[in-house]
C-alpha cells in the first residue's frame, strides 16, 4: 500500500518541477520589449540597426527627389527656351546629356548602394544587371548629348563647361568598357584579371560622374541659363552638388576596400 502512494508522490513531484521549470522560460518569453532591450544586447543593437535603415532609406528617397527636381527643371528649360518652341541641337544637349549624367548614371551607381530605395532587394547579380542598363542607356545618351553641343558650336571647345564635358565623356565611355571587362572577367576568368578591372572601373565611373556633374554645375552658371532662371539657377547648383557628394560615399569606401584586397 506505500508503494502506490509513493509512486503518486513522485509523480506530482515531477509534474511540480516541470511547472516550476517552465514558468521562468515563459516570463522571458512574455517580457516587455523594452525591458528585455535593456537587458540584451543583440536585441539593443539591432533596434539601432534598423533604425539607422530607416534614416539612410529617407535620405535616399530625398536624394532620389533631388534628382527628380534638377531633370524636371532641364527639361522644362530646354523645352520652353527656343523661340516659338523650336527644339534646336542646344535644346536637345541639354535634354540628352542632362538626363543621362543626372538620371541614369547616378541611378547607375545608386544601384549598388545598400540602402537605395528600389534596388536594396535585389541580388547582387541582379544588382550588377540593372546597373549595367542603366550605364549603357546614360552613356548613349551622354554621348549623343555631347556630339550635339560638338555639332551647334562646329566642334570648338572654348569654355570651362565644354572642356569639362568632353572630360566626363571620355571616362564616362572608359568606365562602361572596364565595368563589361570587370564584369564576363569574374563570369567566365578572363585573362583579365577581376580585381584591378574593378579598380579600374570603380575610379574611372568615380570621376566621369564628378566630371559630368561638376559640369552640369558650371551649365546653371553660365549666362545662357541663369540669365532668366535667377534664384533656381542657384539652388539647381546645390542640389547637383548635394547629390555628387551623396553618389560618391559608397563608391569611394568600395574603391578603398577592393584596393586593400589586391594589396
Not at 517552465?22 to 522571458?28: F, G, I, K, M, R
Not at 527636381?69 to 542632362?98: D, E
Not at 532668366?228 to 546645390?238: D, E, K, P, V
Amino acid at each position: 500500500m506505500d508503494r502506490p502512494s509513493t509512486s503518486k508522490q513522485s509523480i506530482e513531484k515531477v509534474e511540480m518541477f516541470e511547472v516550476r521549470e517552465h514558468v521562468p522560460y515563459q516570463a522571458e518569453v512574455t517580457r516587455a520589449p523594452a525591458a528585455y532591450d535593456e537587458e540584451s544586447g543583440d536585441l539593443y543593437n539591432s533596434t539601432w540597426d534598423s533604425a539607422w535603415a530607416a534614416i539612410c532609406q529617407l535620405f535616399n528617397l530625398l536624394h532620389h527627389m533631388q534628382v527628380a527636381i534638377v531633370v524636371f527643371c532641364l527639361w522644362h528649360f530646354a523645352l520652353t527656351s527656343g523661340p516659338n518652341g523650336a527644339i534646336t541641337n542646344l535644346q536637345l544637349h541639354i535634354i540628352f546629356a542632362g538626363t543621362g549624367y543626372q538620371l541614369f548614371l547616378v541611378e547607375a551607381i545608386l544601384t549598388i548602394h545598400r540602402h537605395n530605395s528600389w534596388s536594396f532587394h535585389l541580388s547582387k547579380d541582379g544588382k550588377r544587371i540593372v546597373h549595367g542598363c542603366l550605364q549603357l542607356i546614360g552613356s548613349i545618351l551622354v554621348l549623343a548629348g555631347t556630339f550635339l553641343a560638338l555639332a551647334e558650336v562646329n566642334m570648338k571647345i572654348s569654355t570651362a563647361h565644354g572642356i569639362c564635358g568632353v572630360i566626363a565623356l571620355a571616362f564616362s565611355v572608359v568606365s562602361f568598357v572596364t565595368g563589361i571587362l570587370a564584369l564576363f572577367s569574374s563570369k567566365v576568368r578572363l585573362i583579365v584579371k577581376n580585381g584591378p578591372a574593378k579598380i579600374l572601373h570603380l575610379a574611372c565611373g568615380l570621376f566621369a560622374i564628378s566630371m559630368g556633374l561638376i559640369t552640369m554645375t558650371i551649365g546653371f552658371n553660365m549666362d545662357y541659363f541663369a540669365a532668366s532662371q535667377g534664384g533656381l539657377s542657384t539652388a539647381l547648383m546645390i542640389f547637383t552638388m548635394m547629390i555628387l557628394v551623396y553618389v560618391l560615399v559608397q563608391p569611394i569606401f568600395d574603391l578603398v576596400s577592393t584596393t586593400k584586397k589586391e594589396m
